[in-house]
């Protein structure tokens, strides 16, 4: 049975950000110094990279080996998708953020019409690199691309970022809020590790529990997110802290309390941990990744 090895969080971070940058840099190199210089930017400014480690936790949870080449293009591929999200969401037309993983935002950096060309640019080169993904047959490909892609659109991503915008001075219910950051956050986290099974050849069962542990971790991250906002400082964050309170933003804090929204992120752990049950010491990788996403102060 595989498992992770003690330093699995770290490998797999360092090499993403050397696969993110090599894809980056040899696609925009043909066409402008400027491009690329933009979307390295983005691509190679730090973040924790949680999406495709999940992807690759995923793969060893089923039985895969922590150093599979085969992963290194569908992470790459969930990353870019996240990166695109994450210029996008920053422009002054969504929620206008200045700060992104304590730097200027891409659009503050250069200017809005090359952070759109750029979020559009990694947008596709995401689907390019699935498409491609060697050492994948044909099934999985198509797969893969079916999950990325309802997860980064309105019925995930986009969904979910269109009903926060209209949320926006309004009050909600907390299920309303379930469902809108099950799509702006937890989509995106679901299909990542769906993507990671389908790599390893999962079966539907096995496949399902991945699916109902990104369903509880996805809306785990937003509500940590949700408490960071409030607790947390700027510096930590490497994002401006407060802010949604200050844009009047629905938030777990805001319908829960700090304590409520403690307790539900708790909960949510919990439930992702029973729907690894089957899977025994080979998701241990999954486990630890969890319970540093509700623990985390960044």
């Known amino acids: 049975m595989s498992h992770a090895p003690p330093d699995f969080f770290n490998q797999s971070q360092q090499r993403i950000t ?8 040899t696609e925009d190199a043909t066409v402008s110094a400027a491009l690329t210089d933009a979307s ?4 190679d400014n730090g973040g924790k990279r949680i999406r495709p480690i999940l992807l690759q936790a995923a793969a060893l949870a089923i039985g895969g080996e922590s150093d599979d080449m085969r992963l290194d293009a569908p992470a790459c591929a969930v990353e870019l998708i996240h990166s695109y999200s994450l210029i996008h969401d920053d422009l002054p037309a969504m929620d206008d953020d200045d700060l992104r993983r304590g730097k200027p935002s891409l659009h503050r950096a250069f200017d809005e019409a090359t ?35 309802v997860a980064a659109g309105c019925a995930g991503m986009v969904g979910g970022q269109f009903i926060d915008i209209q949320s926006t001075d309004c009050t909600i219910s907390i299920t309303q809020l379930q469902n809108m950051h099950s799509l ?24 399902q529990a991945l699916d109902t542990f990104g369903d509880c971790i996805g809306l785990a991250f937003q509500v940590v997110d949700d ?31 700090l304590a409520g929204a403690k307790a539900e992120a708790q909960r949510l752990l919990e439930s992702a941990l029973d729907a690894l049950e089957s899977f025994g010491d080979s998701a241990d990788a ?10 985390r102060d960044h």
């Not at 952070?115 to 947008?123: E, Y």
């Not at 990542?192 to 539907?204: E, K």
């Not at 802290?241 to 319908?255: F, I, M, Q």
Request: glycine share 10%; charged share 20%; net charge neutral.
């Open 18 to 25: 050397d696969a993110l940058k090599g894809v980056v840099a």
């Open 40 to 43: 390295l930017y983005s691509a």
């Open 115 to 149: 952070a759109i060309l750029v979020g559009d640019g990694l947008q596709a080169k995401a689907f390019e690199l699935l498409a491609c993904a060697p050492g994948l047959s044909a099934q999985q490909r198509v797969s893969m691309i079916e999950a990325l892609s």
């Open 184 to 207: 702006k956050t937890g989509a995106l986290i679901k299909a990542s590790l769906r993507i990671g099974g389908i790599a390893a050849a999962a079966n539907d069962a096995q496949l």
């Open 227 to 257: 408490i960071l906002d409030v607790e947390g400082d700027t510096a930590t964050l490497g994002k401006t802290s407060g802010k949604d309170t200050e844009a009047n933003k629905p938030t777990y804090v805001k319908l829960l309390g």
């Open 286 to 295: 999954l486990r630890d990744i969890a319970r540093y996403i509700v623990q």
